[in-house]
């Protein structure tokens, strides 16, 4: 993983985007206040680089109140729509290694520890959804549990017809309309 630091001016924009996000959307973080996140962002430096990865993917990063998460700072990709540069990628690598043919050109596995993040489970996934109507159009591929995937399976969400559905499809499949969101602690 190449984590440096961000220069001064991206980390400025950066702070910039989050808190008028953070503002916008107070429902998705009660009793959380600004300046503890932004202490916490500028008090590591890799965390403050994967939460900037999240934006530069266009996972439009905000903090969410999660269970399971209690005491921790959660940022989590709210873009409505699975993040753009995060799509037509396969879930893992050896998913991808099993095409022969018209390969993706990564995972969303690969692509999130390069980033430094975590995939979003089922019920993280649930949990967003209370926040929003995420993935009207796209949809996201989730951590998939070991037996699913040994099998060949690999499991992704959606958000239709006024509820969140959880799918199954191959791990080697990829679509350009799916992708991956995920999330980091600080």
Not at 155 to 175: C, K, V
Request: charged fraction near 35%.
């Amino acid at each position: 993983m190449n984590k440096s630091k961000l220069p001064q001016e991206r980390m400025d924009e950066l702070f910039s985007i989050l808190q008028k996000r953070f503002e916008k959307n107070l429902n998705r973080h009660p009793k959380i206040e600004w300046d503890e996140v932004r202490k916490k962002l500028e008090a590591s430096a890799d965390k403050l680089w994967s939460v900037n990865e999240m934006e530069e993917t266009g996972g439009e990063p905000d903090v969410v109140t999660l269970p399971g998460y209690k005491n921790q700072i959660v940022f989590v990709d709210c873009s409505a729509e699975t993040p753009k540069g995060r799509r037509s990628i396969c879930y893992d690598q050896d998913a991808l290694e099993s095409r022969k043919e018209h390969k993706p050109k990564d995972s969303a596995i690969n692509m999130a520890k390069e980033m430094g993040i975590k995939i979003l489970n089922e019920e993280e996934y649930a949990e967003l959804q209370k926040f929003g109507k995420f993935d009207n159009k796209t949809s996201s591929w989730l951590e998939t549990p070991r037996e699913i995937r040994e099998l060949g399976g690999a499991i992704f969400g959606d958000f239709r017809f006024g509820r969140t559905f959880t799918y199954h499809n191959g791990a080697e499949s990829y679509y350009g309309v799916r992708g991956f969101r995920g999330l980091i602690t600080l």
